[in-house]
């Protein structure tokens, strides 16, 4: 099977490395640019022009699977070109919460509503999935997700920016929902989530969303491990439920602070339960000898080397 991985941030290869290192597929990694450094370690890879539809013809010529992690027009074009090039299956980059749940669209969503209802419009040529793992780990790494070239233009991507400044021990933590009930989140290392995508290419179908989880919290267990791997009590935890988080984002919308409102968006999100996932998920179901990391052992691993 030729399978082809659009991007080459820190998910995309991954994934890559996974299907190259794991399976006997045909890999192709899609990319703007020249990729020397992947090329001398034995990768297939195509630069493609997202602005010409000839150019993502040719590069996706024989291809079964795309496995996508661009966004915004370069992605709908994508879909486009492989539509008419017959591709079976295309995976968009979404890699989160459900998009069913979404409501912070204006500042969370980056054209992926867009792409899923291209894709929702020619279901009758090709199949899609949405892979669905909550928040990853990486959000709590140190250096942030970005250093690891994950999350580059989500705008909350940066170390501390989510729920947890492990450096300071500091913590804004979505806590409730507007009626006060506990929330809850799914969390994924983004390792093991290419584990189980690379996974689902052997599946003969793929329903219309396929989810995968590391590890089930509330978010005020999250708050308590972390004090615990890290030996410490926050200095401060700014505990939270929706209806003031979405106080906060008007504050900041009518302030113009436009580094601050995908923070509180996630935040909101997250108070709302948009990223927590019936458990067992589905792929951990489907393949149950992939274990994946724990949150503790991956925090404490992580974070080994800052005192």
Sequence with gaps: MRVAVAGTCGLALMIAREIHDTTSHQLIILSRGQQPHL??????????DYNDPNSM?????????????VTGNAQLRLIEAAVQCRVRRFAPAEFEGRPSLRTQNGLLDRG?????????????????????????????SVNGMMSLKIGVNTGFGNEGDYIADVRNMTATAP??????????????????????????????????????????????????????CRGRQFYN????????????????????????????????????????????????SAFPDVQPIGFRDWFTNNWASVP
């Design 237 to 284: 935890v700014d505990w939270q439920n929706t209806a003031n988080l979405e106080y906060q984002m008007t504050m900041a919308q009518m302030g113009g602070d436009n580094l601050r409102q995908p923070k509180l968006a996630a935040l909101i999100e997250t108070s709302q339960g948009h990223y927590d996932l019936a458990t067992p998920a589905y792929l951990n």
């Design 39 to 48: 090329l001398s370690q034995g990768y297939q890879c195509q630069v493609v």
């Design 57 to 69: 013809k040719h590069s996706l010529m024989g291809v079964d699977t795309v496995i996508s992690t």
């Design 112 to 140: 992926r509503g867009a792409a899923l209802a291209l894709l929702q419009h020619y279901r009758n040529y090709i199949q899609s999935t949405i892979f669905v793992c909550g928040v990853f780990y990486e959000r709590f």
């Design 175 to 228: 806590a409730w929902d507007s009626a006060q009930n506990i929330s809850y989140l799914c969390l994924t290392s983004a390792y093991d989530v290419s584990k189980f995508v690379v996974r689902a290419l052997d599946m003969p179908s793929w329903p219309e969303e396929m989810s995968m989880c590391g590890e089930r919290m509330s978010v005020d267990a999250l708050i308590n491990l972390i004090q615990q």
